[in-house]
């Protein structure tokens, strides 16, 4: 089993960045699969979750109307469009999957993670 994240970078405030989550190792169709950020010496938090067979998104309020998951079925791949991005988006940006997104407030109610990817949003 693995998630692969890619797409963070540098990017300036307001701006926009499309994070992608590629899963290998299982049918990820059929998982849930969720963001979740670190900020600097803070814990990780839920971002959205994606449910694996009915498709319905869960966001996070701080980040509702600015982000958008979706998933490619056929590519093994969710991806989050993150527009307006202010410094407070700054972190490292994980994916996790799990069998639905019930618990996905939670860090433990994820069975499978990526390593992560970097986002800095700065001037």
């Known amino acids: 089993v693995q998630l692969v994240e890619s797409g963070g970078g540098l990017v300036q405030p307001g701006g926009s960045l499309r994070l992608s989550c590629k899963a290998s190792g299982f049918t990820a169709a059929n998982y849930a699969i969720a963001w979740y950020r670190q900020a600097p010496g803070k814990e990780r938090a839920g971002v959205s979750c994606l449910s694996g067979f009915s498709d319905n998104i869960y966001y996070a309020d701080p980040v509702k109307g600015r982000f958008t998951a979706s998933r490619d079925h056929a590519k093994s791949t969710v991806y989050l469009q993150m527009n307006s991005l202010n410094p407070e988006d700054t972190g490292v940006y994980y994916c996790?999957?799990?069998?639905?997104?019930?618990?996905?407030?939670?860090?433990?109610?994820?069975?499978?993670w990526g390593k992560g990817t970097l986002v800095t949003v700065s001037s």
């Open positions: 996790a999957a799990a069998g639905s997104c019930t618990n996905w407030a939670f860090t433990s109610g994820m069975d499978y």
